[in-house]
């Protein structure tokens, strides 16, 4: 058994001024090239608990005990510095809206480029043959176009491609990919689902996907972690969970996505 | 019939400019015909981008139409004056995708509701009685009475959703329309939603026309669907009809999409005859023909 890419050790995360519990006592591992998922409903931590791997916790939390390991270093030990190698270059991130997640000012090509100047030591013509090649990737047509396009000149299946392209732009190992569809529609969905899928073979990524659509879960995932008010309630294999789910609220969450 | 749609035609942009180039227009909505029956809720379906929030608009007169006809509850509606209109706008209610922006976050729950209240026919002879009034509209979506003095952002994303439904209950409409209406929650609250909405519907007269892009969640609340890509209905019929055997390849493509997770390869682009009409395929179930 190769080693974990992360492993996540009882953490918990509390609300500083009040000591709230957010996340409690979550453990979990990702295995390389293998796709995690979170799930559950809106303020059940799994936000949280991805985020809480980038160290992009929102100031008014902190990580109150237990420790998460990237590829066997312990992070609270890395420095907002280190930090900033880290991610984009080993852990890339996927955002839910990609309109807020791009400045509005610069051009998609200039944000992905942003990524390559700060995490690699390649020339402007090396960065720009590189950026088509990622629009190629994500299958955004008209790549030349698209490098020069502003984000509001892009529909929401685009920006979302775009979005993904800038996550895998450096290379990272680790794809964390917040409710990576959940403005999209429905058509628009499989397509970026296929697109994880495709990728995840093509570029050897571990995937820590956050999302409350256990349907969409089935397709994408290796392993399932059900959390409920910042706990884990069950967590298995995703056919196992899927198919023999032991806790109600898993139950609930099944029963929400069906066809009736 | 509640409401019936008659070739309605809309375009956006197309203006001719002062030099005479004409830039060509957008069909928003290309001859859509379509009825809904008193209590038979309809949902409207299609991808981003075809019409469908704009068919909504246009049944509450929001926007004008080239051509068709729109009758509401009995009455033609198309060429209605404003002034005339409005004690009928308030049989048809509308709630929006996100609850974030449709609520007004300076406005305490108690001043939303009384802003809708006060267009109420019904006069109410003290403010005790308003009162009354609110605590059990909020209780018709399940919300406690005392939350009238707090603010939207003091409620979750579910909460501020049922909030803009009692809203829109207020004035007893016979239609509601809603526009992605669950679009931006989490399956367990969009599950509480659709229970809460046909609950409602039992107790009232009320219809909905439920627009989506997830044909699963139309099939919770609605008894017939109508499929809408780029400005045309491309089948219509009984949400068996439309599950068990879709004719449209459109229609396959977005239950493959809804249930499966799957896109499908076009093999051709999707052929949209410009001069199509529905034809009845079998009984209610009707396909786009050219």
């Known amino acids: ?260 | 019939m509640l409401l019936k749609l008659n070739n309605i035609y809309k375009t956006f942009g197309g203006v001719k400019s002062l030099l005479g180039t004409k830039e060509s227009a957008i069909e928003a909505v290309n001859d859509v015909s379509l009825t809904i029956n008193h209590k038979e809720n309809l949902g409207l379906v299609g991808e981003s981008g075809c019409g469908k929030t704009t068919l909504a608009r246009i049944i509450l007169k929001l926007y004008g139409i080239n051509s068709g006809q729109i009758i509401f509850d009995g009455t033609d509606i198309t060429r209605m004056s404003n002034r005339k209109f409005r004690p009928l706008r308030k049989s048809v209610q509308m709630v929006f995708q996100d609850p974030y922006s449709s609520l007004d976050p300076r406005f305490t729950v108690r001043e939303i509701l009384k802003e809708a209240i006060s267009l109420d026919e019904v006069k109410y002879k003290s403010e005790a009685e308003q009162e009354q009034k609110m605590i059990s509209l909020l209780k018709e979506v399940q919300l406690s009475g005392d939350i009238l003095s707090r603010y939207p952002h003091e409620f979750s994303g579910g909460e501020r959703q049922r909030i803009a439904i009692a809203r829109a209950l207020i004035l007893s409409p016979k239609l509601l329309i809603l526009d992605e209406a669950v679009s931006s929650l989490d399956v367990l609250i969009q599950d509480q939603i659709l229970q809460l909405l046909t609950a409602i519907q039992k107790r009232h007269d009320i219809t909905y026309l439920f627009i989506s892009h997830n044909l699963k969640v139309v099939k919770r609340l609605c008894h017939r669907i109508a499929v809408m890509y780029k400005g045309k209905v491309l089948e219509l019929g009984s949400c068996d009809d439309i599950f068990d055997n879709p004719l449209h390849p459109y229609t396959q493509e977005l239950l493959t999409a809804a249930v499966e997770y799957r896109s499908t390869e076009r093999s051709t682009d999707l052929k949209i005859p410009d001069k199509g009409r529905l034809i009845e395929k079998t009984k209610g179930h009707f396909i786009i023909e050219g």
């Open chain 1, 1 to 260: 058994m190769p080693n974990p890419i992360v492993t996540v050790q009882n953490l918990s995360v509390e609300v500083k001024q009040t000591g709230a519990k957010i996340v409690r006592n979550v453990s979990f591992s990702v295995e390389p090239e293998s796709v995690t998922a979170l799930v559950g409903g809106s303020g059940s931590g799994k936000t949280t608990t991805g985020m809480s791997i980038l160290k992009l916790l929102s100031p008014a939390l902190k990580v109150s005990s237990g420790q998460i390991l990237y590829k066997g270093f312990n992070l609270s030990a890395f420095s907002e510095s280190k930090m900033q190698e880290i991610r984009g270059r080993e852990i890339g991130v996927v955002f839910q809206e990609p309109l807020y997640a791009f400045n509005p000012v610069f051009t998609i090509g200039d944000q992905i480029d942003e990524v390559l100047r700060f995490h690699t030591q390649q020339g402007v013509i090396q960065r720009k043959e590189k950026i088509l090649h990622l629009f190629d990737l994500v299958g955004l047509p008209d790549p030349a176009r698209i490098y020069m396009s502003y984000p509001h000149q892009l529909s929401g299946g685009m920006r979302q491609r775009a979005m993904i392209a800038q996550a895998i732009a450096a290379d990272p190992d680790l794809i964390i990919a917040d409710e990576p569809t959940s403005s999209l529609d429905v058509t628009l969905q499989a397509k970026i689902i296929e697109l994880f899928h495709d990728l995840r073979s093509k570029l050897k990524l571990s995937i820590v996907l956050v999302s409350h659509d256990l349907g969409l879960v089935k397709h994408l995932s290796d392993q399932v972690i059900v959390m409920k008010q910042g706990e884990v309630v069950e967590a298995g294999k995703t056919n196992t969970v899927i198919e023999k789910p032991q806790e109600e609220y898993t139950k609930d969450l099944l029963k929400a996505v069906e066809v009736k």
